[in-house]
């Protein structure tokens, strides 16, 4: 066993033991990712400099006996968190030289514990993406099999932490962003409720979707990086003033009661075989472990896709107008006026899957077309919202496929936007619902490739969500596989 | 069509975006497939359906009135693609 195969409470552990120091773990990790970073692509950014100091600093917390559970641990942000002093590029070339001037809150919280920040992880431009092969910087490749997509948005969270290049990651989950990518690298990702995390600092795609959550090894480092970065925060007005539970503590393994219900519009048409047999297979595990399993219906979920491809394009439209030449980014030379300058900026700084959301958000808001599209688009999220509300009523918990199939190969979907929107299925529905889900780790297709399950949680429930999550991890070997990366 | 090349030309001056000859003609028949997959929700009965904006229903958020410590200028300047004397600095916009 090598340092960077430790989950992060094993080397909390070791830490506060004294058998290892922040600094020979961050090393350890600066190493790995030296080495491995090459092939997989998965940085943009890599702090050798700063994630040393963080690490001495840390070490000397832990010698004054102030650790605090993410105390000289090595984490990785997905390059869409503003990090004071280092270069935040939303994996964009409008925001090549961008260096942030502050801390998003996220970021503030996890460094109040002392964490080391290692680097700053590839994604797709402006989370808009299911592959990561929207960055600016060049694709992700799986640490599973490189030939495949790791998903995406968060697609170098997800590989960076199967392939043990951080002992955890922070992603942004706006249509599935954590959990997609999470299952086809088998690790945890979670999506917290909507104003579950504060988006204080997170460069915004679409606003009434956009949530922060963790990428882990396993449901308790979850639950530890969840602790961390959770709560209200009064610079996001959007961040829920609620009580925050104590996760760990909420993991017993104890499911008696619990009723987890199974979308019957979720096992249809299109579901990978392998997908569909592993998913049932976790549900006949819940079974085994005292759950009670029953058949629900949420069914507004085909409208799910149509409903957010309006939705959040047009909230990213309106984001992405403060991209402009002006304040901060990449300014055209040679405009011929300001408008011209403007246009010509945002056609050199933008790529081609941004200019199609932005041209699609600016239709649907346009004049005469507000209420076919976008107004018609909110009145079917109510609809899609009700459903959860009131599959919630008789169940605790969804089960659910992440994605309807195993990861696709590189280039396999980059020609047809629709199809690769369609990837985000069963993902999509729980951002237009704002409640929390996560990916777990629940099997392999017959050709290797992992299989993720997804968890869905009432809304502000994460306790119970982690909880249900932990009991199957508990049960299964899934989470101990390794990449041979 | 649900979408015309001359209205995408339209669309990406409201939306301040130059496209090539070549980008037009690409993103006219990729918008007209994601808008003819979008006509699904016409099928929908929305007739006094209320509109969510937010998942989380909540009202307008007020805090005190206060002066806070924010950024130097030379903080909000450091990014800036041009600026001179603690201001961002552009082309010549009145003739």
């Not at chain 1, 640490?143 to 951080?166: E, K, M």
């Not at chain 1, 009434?208 to 970065?229: E, F, H, K, N, Y």
């Not at chain 1, 929390?436 to 629940?442: D, F, I, K, N």
């Amino acid at each position: 066993m090598t340092v960077y195969d430790l989950t992060l409470a094993e080397l909390r552990a070791k830490l506060d033991k004294r058998e290892l120091s922040a600094v020979e773990v961050t090393k350890t990790y600066l190493d790995r990712i030296a080495a491995t970073n090459p092939a997989l692509n998965t940085f943009i950014t890599i702090c050798n400099e700063t994630a040393l100091a963080e690490a001495q600093a840390a070490d000397q917390a832990i010698a004054e006996g102030k650790a605090q559970a993410l105390t000289g641990l090595p984490i990785a942000a997905k390059d869409i968190f503003n990090t004071a002093g280092l270069r935040t590029t939303c994996a964009s070339r409008i925001l090549d030289n961008y260096v942030s001037p502050y801390d998003a809150t996220a970021i503030a919280r996890i460094k109040e514990q002392k964490a080391v920040i290692i680097g700053k992880l590839n994604m797709d431009e402006f989370a808009m993406g299911s592959s990561n092969e929207n960055s600016a910087f060049g694709p992700v490749r799986n640490p599973w099999n490189q030939d495949l997509v790791p998903g995406g948005s968060s697609g170098g969270s997800a590989a960076s932490v199967a392939a043990r290049q951080a002992v955890a990651a922070l992603g942004t989950d706006t249509g599935g962003s954590i959990r997609q990518p999470a299952s086809h690298c088998s690790v945890v990702g979670l999506k917290p409720t909507y104003g579950r995390v504060s988006r204080y600092g997170v460069i915004a795609y679409a606003s009434s979707l956009d949530q922060v959550g963790p990428v882990t090894r396993d449901v308790r480092d979850c639950a530890l990086m969840l602790q961390a970065i959770a709560g209200y925060d009064p610079a996001d007005s959007t961040s829920v003033n609620t009580p925050v539970a104590d996760y760990q503590s909420n993991l017993t393994g104890n499911l008696k009661g619990l009723k987890i219900g199974l979308p019957k519009e979720y096992f249809i048409e299109g579901l990978d075989d392998d997908v569909r047999k592993a998913v049932e297979q976790a549900a006949e595990k819940y079974r085994e472990l005292g759950a009670e399993i029953i058949e629900v219906s949420l069914p507004h979920t085909s409208y799910a896709v149509a409903c957010y491809y309006l939705i959040a394009t047009a909230e990213a439209s309106s984001n992405l107008a403060r991209y402009d030449g002006v304040r901060y980014g990449l300014r055209a030379e040679n405009a011929e006026n300001l408008v011209d300058m403007y246009m010509q900026t945002r056609a050199a700084g933008f790529g081609s899957e941004v200019k199609r959301r932005i041209m699609l958000g600016t239709y649907a808001l346009s004049s005469g077309y507000y209420d076919a599209y976008y107004l018609k688009a909110q009145k079917v999220r109510t609809l899609i919202r009700q459903d959860f509300l009131n599959a919630f009523e008789t169940v605790d918990a969804l089960l659910t496929p992440v994605a309807p199939t195993p990861a696709f190969a590189l280039g396999e979907k980059v020609n047809d936007p629709l199809q690769m929107y369609l990837s985000d299925i069963y993902t999509i529905p729980v951002n237009l619902a704002g409640t929390c889900a996560m990916s777990l780790p629940c099997g392999f297709s017959t050709d290797e490739r992992p299989i993720g399950l997804q968890l869905i949680g009432k809304p502000f429930d994460e306790a119970t969500l982690l909880r249900t999550a932990h009991a199957y991890e508990q049960a299964t070997e899934w989470h101990k596989r390794k990449t041979e990366f | 069509m649900k979408i015309t090349r001359t209205e995408v030309e339209h669309v990406s001056r409201l939306a301040r975006l130059a496209l090539s000859a070549e980008e037009l003609d690409s993103l006219t028949g990729e918008m007209d497939a994601i808008l003819g997959y979008v006509e699904q929700l016409a099928t929908l009965d929305t007739e006094g359906i209320v509109p969510t904006a937010h998942a989380v229903p909540m009202e307008n958020a007020f805090r005190p009135d206060e002066v806070k410590v924010g950024f130097t200028a030379e903080q909000a300047l450091s990014n800036a693609p041009d600026a001179a004397e603690s201001a961002f600095r552009v082309g010549r916009i009145i003739e």
